[in-house]
């Protein structure tokens, strides 16, 4: 058996959608659970959705009327006429999310967020599958909610591990007796309460490689539009360059830094029982892509990690005392209870700096309850750079034009906040 991951641009419109159909039409002679994420930019529809109903600033019915027209006019595309059976699975996932935004709001935004923005994942998923049954490849539509369990930390849902491994061997497995493709939702669990949950941002690898552990299967590929795992984000650098192989350690190394091709948790749950990782591209799927596994070659190619939208906080006593183990305990906890993750750190005798993605949800209150002991003060609209296998004319030449915030030094990372020198 192996595992296949679809992100949002494998399946941003009907011609994607077909492609990806072509693709698993190659492999329905083999087993193969397919994870697949929201269509395009359907989650950041979603959480535009979820911001105008929480905050009342917006127009929530034009946000879902959008939502509506895009969907369906993938479904047009695709069928000319769609069968009203798909119609009537598409009009019920509107209605649920119609309904999670008419009750009265009540409890957190990360609550409300996991209930809205997961429906993302189902309608593009109820499309794929149908899609596939309507081309004669037998597949079955399964909600991952019934077997991904997590805690109720919306937004950032902790696995049940021991449960969802129960699970995903009796309701999971049984439906391979049946077909050899099964569709699922990546992203998305489910509580004890039947309340939906998200994994966290980008969360559908997590959910792939979780799958893969728990079935104990053969592979998993991750589908990109890139020719595999590149030395760095094409959006920012122009020769990028694709690393054949890598290791598990450079691989949770380099996704811990922040870099974007796979999510951060994806690589735990594959290296405790071996799997390997494939990364390919769905534009060239006979291209050999990247593989991820267990080996001794290290990489030694400059990669380049660039991230924005961050924000620095500098944490002081407000008694000009040091920063003990004490404060750090208290902060840390604090930096747990919000789902805040550091990027960088750095602490000096009265001052204890982090670097951190800026999510309003988050770090407001955080800097809230940090404020009632000590004095936190912060750089908006900074950008983090990490290189690894670094030299000091890469540096040079990175932070050329650039404030230096702060930046320490290992024997193969470099890591810099900084932010645009003013004009003046």
Not at 58 to 78: A, M, P, Q, R
Not at 188 to 193: L, V, Y
Not at 316 to 334: G, M, R, T, V, W
Not at 375 to 390: A, C, E, G, P
Request: glycine fraction near 4%; include cysteine; proline fraction near 3%.
């Amino acid at each position: 058996m192996q595992v296949f991951k679809f992100g949002g641009a494998s399946v941003k419109d009907a011609d994607a959608v077909r492609n990806v159909v072509s693709i698993l039409k190659k492999y329905a002679s083999t087993p193969t659970l397919v994870v697949i994420s929201a269509m395009g930019k359907t989650t950041n529809k979603l959480e535009e959705l979820v911001k105008a109903y929480y905050y009342k600033e917006g127009d929530t019915e034009k946000i879902l009327t959008e939502l509506k027209e895009f969907h369906y006019k993938i479904l047009k595309d695709l069928y000319g006429d769609p069968d009203p059976s798909i119609i009537n699975e598409i009009e019920n996932v509107f209605t649920e999310i119609n309904w999670a935004i008419e009750e009265e709001v009540s409890g957190s935004y990360n609550y409300h967020y996991d209930q809205v923005v997961s429906q993302g994942e189902v309608l593009a998923t109820k499309i794929v599958a149908a899609f596939l049954n309507h081309e004669k490849v037998n597949a079955i539509w399964t909600d991952a909610r019934g077997f991904i369990q997590t805690d109720n930390s919306y937004r950032e849902g902790k696995v049940d591990y021991a449960l969802s491994q129960e699970l995903v061997k009796n309701e999971l497995l049984p439906l391979f007796k049946r077909t050899n493709i099964v569709i699922t939702q990546g992203f998305i669990g489910g509580t004890s309460e039947n309340f939906t949950t998200t994994l966290g941002r980008e969360g559908s690898d997590y959910t792939a490689a979780l799958l893969a552990y728990f079935s104990d299967a053969e592979k998993v590929t991750i589908w990109k539009d890139v020719p595999g795992v590149l030395n760095a984000d094409p959006k920012f650098f122009k020769n990028t360059k694709k690393l054949d192989e890598l290791t598990y350690h450079d691989a949770i190394e380099l996704t811990y830094f922040g870099a974007s091709v796979i999510h951060p948790k994806t690589i735990k749950p594959l290296q405790n029982k071996n799997i390997p990782l494939y990364v390919k591209s769905f534009l060239k799927p006979e291209d050999p892509g990247t593989v991820i596994r267990e080996s001794e070659k290290r990489i030694e190619v400059t990669s380049y990690i660039f991230k924005t939208d961050q924000i620095l906080l500098s944490i002081q006593p407000k008694d000009f005392s040091f920063i003990a183990e004490d404060n750090l305990a208290f902060i840390f906890n604090l930096f747990s209870k919000y789902n805040v993750h550091a990027n960088m750190i750095q602490n000096s005798a009265i001052s204890f700096s982090v670097c951190t993605d800026y999510d309003v949800h988050k770090i407001e209150p955080l800097i809230q309850e940090l404020q009632e002991q000590f004095k936190v003060l912060y750089n908006k609209d900074v950008q983090l750079m990490t290189i690894r296998n670094y030299d000091d004319e890469i540096i040079a030449k990175l932070s050329a034009g650039k404030t230096i915030l702060i930046e320490q030094k290992s024997r193969n990372t470099h890591q810099m906040v900084m932010q645009e020198e003013s004009a003046d």
